[in-house]
């Protein structure tokens, strides 16, 4: 080893609500994912990523914590989080747990207390402020979940900031008490022996002074307000320096509206911050106008522009961490592959790019097997929050026609991501033998675990295959990132070079033959290459320099 383990693995994350039920009351559990773990070991990664499984009211499915210290009822209790942590170390897996403090549950005693009295001891654990004279909110911010950022609570005659729903306040990271609290709470799980936090929008917890409004609107969006603020990384530092500083645990934070810039500076090992971040950049570019529900067709020039920045801009500098879906996203081969005739082989096409960046990769649970997204027929089969605040907002208060305010869902919903697990072919998809929490994808006869398991040439198998690679090759890892053949419309490849050795990538991303042609400044490798792997059969490992790619054939070669 070279480098950290948090370089070299590749995380799985597990939500738990949708991966794993254990006693047939639809709702996946601790116990549930225990008894998946010789899964997670036999494809090979080194790290799971827990989505929360705190103490909650689930009005945002576990990111709304009513105790930090605690485990959800419904999930089980501390003992199985304890077995859990115990059986992902047996076979040398490591844990990373969600940590979401830019905001608590209304339901937290910390917020209860909170609201009692403007001189409550906890008054100061939350955004609070007194009406504009006409008795209107405090600023004009909507929440990321659609309509004001302000709540207005009679006891006190006050509004309280919320960045996400109104069950979801803000903490005020500006009360040092507060940060002492949190830092106690993190002590509190690595001394239990976990390996890391997954920071939930960490890079909202310092507001602009004053919390000014944004422009002069009624609402609007205040995301330069309170999107890497003026204190954040002397908070990160702090939190580095008070906790995270005496144990060898590694750390991402996901920071929406994060540019390459800053994530260099959070994530440059000098400045003790993060290790990683999760940026948006990719996730954007199929937002049209005015958000992520009116979307747009994403274009590859994008893709390699975005991929570009951040791989060039981290380089030597920071470390990148490599993600195409997880809970909050659709599913990667739905939005950027083709999840009808080309679903396998775009599966593991995304796959390779995904395993040839500089950084570390991270799966989202049934992305390996190659889940789609869903279309319910109806809304009230949907349970995310955002989907069905967008849905009122859009069609009740809007006017939107339902079908497109559907076509929208079908393609954005955070409930792509969360149908069950597909276990088997068997009633529920074998996820449980209740009746599920939500709907579970019809196509799971075709799209399951067991299937994928007995079939050599599955997804399930190229992921097995890829992480393996990457196990042998640091190259994979370290290797410095260089475009080629950037103008290309169908193809995106890139070189990596570590040491001696040079390996290229070529991905058709598109579902015609595509032509590949070794370009001027890899004259000197005209001579020879070696296949690595390929997501087709019958691969030539002749040494030639022009390549014929089928539909999404996906090819990395060594240069010799
Ligand atoms: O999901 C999104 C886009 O559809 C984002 O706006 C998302 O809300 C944002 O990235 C923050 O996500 C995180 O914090 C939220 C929670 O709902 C998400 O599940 C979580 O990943 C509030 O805790
Ligand atoms: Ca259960």
């Not at 994350?13 to 039920?21: G, V």
């Not at 005496?246 to 500076?265: F, H, I, Q, S």
């Not at 593991?348 to 279309?375: D, R, S, W």
Request: glycine content about 8%; aromatic content about 14%; charged content about 30%.
């Amino acid at each position: 080893k070279m480098g950290a383990f948090w370089q070299e693995e590749v995380v799985y994350q597990i939500y738990p609500r949708s991966f794993m039920d254990s006693n047939g009351d639809g709702i996946g559990d601790l116990r549930g994912i225990i008894s998946k773990l010789d899964y997670l070991k036999e494809l090979g990664v080194g790290i799971v990523w827990l989505s929360p499984v705190y103490k909650s009211p689930n009005d945002d499915n576990g990111y709304d914590i009513s105790d930090y210290q605690d485990i959800m009822d419904e999930f089980g209790t501390m003992d199985d989080w304890e077995e859990l942590l115990h059986g992902l170390h047996e076979r040398g897996i490591r844990l990373i747990m969600d940590l979401v403090v830019n905001h608590s549950s209304d339901e937290h005693s910390w917020f209860q207390e909170s609201k009692k009295s403007k001189d409550n001891p906890y008054r100061d654990f939350y955004i609070w402020k007194p009406g504009k004279g006409d008795g209107s909110e405090p600023n004009n911010w909507v929440s990321f979940f659609g309509g004001s950022a302000w709540q207005y609570d009679e006891v006190t005659d006050e509004y309280y900031l919320h960045l996400f729903s109104k069950k979801q306040p803000d903490l005020n990271w500006e009360n040092p008490r507060l940060r002492r609290a949190v830092y106690d709470m993190m002590t509190f799980w690595l001394e239990k022996g976990i390996d890391g936090f997954r920071m939930d929008v960490i890079n909202c917890i310092s507001k602009a002074e004053g919390l000014p409004s944004a422009g002069d609107d009624k609402y609007a969006w205040g995301g330069e307000f309170f999107l890497c603020g003026p204190r954040l990384e002397q908070y990160l530092k702090e939190m580095n320096e008070e906790v995270l500083s005496k144990y060898d645990v590694m750390t991402v934070g996901e920071m929406p509206g994060v540019t390459p810039e800053l994530a260099a500076r959070y994530t440059d090992p000098a400045n003790k911050e993060l290790n990683m971040v999760f940026h948006f950049e990719t996730m954007d570019i199929d937002a049209g106008e005015g958000g992520k529900w009116n979307f747009t067709k994403w274009k590859l020039a994008d893709l390699k522009a975005v991929t570009n920045k951040w791989q060039y801009g981290l380089n030597g500098r920071g470390w990148n961490s490599l993600y195409l879906n997880n809970h909050d996203q659709p599913r990667m081969v739905s939005r950027f592959g083709d999840d009808t005739v080309y679903r396998k082989e775009s599966a593991k096409l995304l796959a390779t790019f995904l395993h040839t960046l500089q950084g570390t990769p991270y799966i989202f649970q049934g992305e390996e097997i190659g889940m789609t997204n869903v279309k319910f027929d109806n809304i009230d089969q949907y349970r995310d929050i955002e989907t069905l605040n967008f849905f009122k907002e859009a069609v009740h208060d809007g006017g939107m026609p339902v079908e497109q305010a559907m076509a929208a869902i079908y393609a954005k919903s955070r409930d792509n991501a969360r149908t069950p697990m597909q276990w088997n072919e068997s009633k529920h998809a074998g996820f449980t033998t209740g009746e599920p929490w939500i709907g579970v994808n019809p196509n799971f006869k075709e799209i399951n675990v067991e299937d994928a398991l007995r079939d050599k040439d599955s997804i399930f198998h190229y992921y097995k295959k890829l992480i393996q690679l990457r196990k042998q090759h640091p190259i994979m890892i370290y290797g410095d990132y260089d475009i080629v053949a950037e103008e290309h419309e169908q193809i995106y490849a890139y070189t990596r070079t570590w040491r001696n050795e040079k390996w290229i990538v070529i991905l058709n991303f598109s579902d015609r033959e595509a032509e590949f042609t070794l370009p001027e400044k890899l004259e000197e490798y005209r001579s020879g290459s070696q296949l690595i792997i390929s997501n087709y059969e019958n691969v030539t490992e002749r040494p030639i320099s022009e390549w014929n790619l089928r539909p999404y054939e996906a090819r990395v070669y060594r240069l010799v």
